[in-house]
T-cell receptor, first 114, second 110 residues
């Protein structure tokens, strides 16, 4: 059981370049999320998708776009990367678990924008 | 004021001692509270969930919630070097599903 799989694990971009972070889950979860984690800032929600075909902005959506391709996959696109987007990105999915949604995180993508 | 506040640490405790990690939150309407553990270079994993005032125990971990004081804590009894990690407090928010604190780094000294 792979859980939540993110690719790539590491990426270096130049300012202005574009790229897509891929995320797939094999747990049949409806909800999926993209977070970024920066030192001193904690985990911040970029976008989330409550179900296939729906996406909503989180706390820090500027500079990002997302696609919920199907129930399994939720991708994050940086159209024109900026140094401020240097961060560790986590994809997550969630399932109902007795009154709350239990988050399952992928292993993360360390992105550096030069 | 941040929505979820934690002392960044590091909090150093000797092996076998009780580690006490604290978290305050600003939204009085928050209902659900979580503690995640994150080892260096790894992803967060859920270790405790609490929604009622009082204590909730799971093995060596005890979560404590005081909604009147808007305060959540995590106690780790008989701390082990393997408990050395960053502990993230998270609160279910009104606008976004979860609001995370910045985390407290715990170091358990052998």
């Amino acid at each position: 059981n792979a859980g939540v799989t993110q690719t790539p694990k590491f990426q270096v971009l130049k300012t202005g370049q574009s790229m897509t972070l891929q995320c797939a889950q094999d747990m049949n979860h409806n909800s999926m999320y993209w977070y970024r984690q920066d030192p001193g800032m904690g985990l911040r929600l970029i976008y989330y998708s409550a179900s296939e075909g729906t996406t909503d902005k989180g706390e820090v959506p500027n500079g990002y776009n997302v696609s919920r391709l199907n129930k399994r996959e939720f991708s994050l696109r940086l159209e024109s990367a900026a140094p401020s987007q240097t961060s560790v990105y986590f994809c997550a999915s969630s399932e109902p678990a007795g009154g709350y949604e239990k988050l399952f995180f992928g292993s993360g993508t360390q992105l550096s924008v030069l | 004021q941040k929505e979820v506040e934690q002392n960044s640490g590091p909090l150093s405790v000797p092996e076998g001692a009780i580690a006490s990690l604290n978290c305050t939150y600003s939204d009085r309407g928050s209902q659900s509270f979580f503690w995640y553990r994150q080892y260096s270079g790894k992803s967060p994993e859920l270790i405790m969930f609490i929604y009622s005032n009082g204590d909730k125990e799971d093995g060596r971990f005890t979560a404590q919630l005081n909604k009147a004081s808007q305060y959540v804590s995590l106690l780790i009894r008989d701390s082990q070097p393997s408990d050395s990690a960053t502990y993230l407090c998270a609160v279910e928010g009104r606008t976004y599903k979860y609001i995370f604190g910045t985390g407290t780094r715990l170091k358990v000294l052998a």
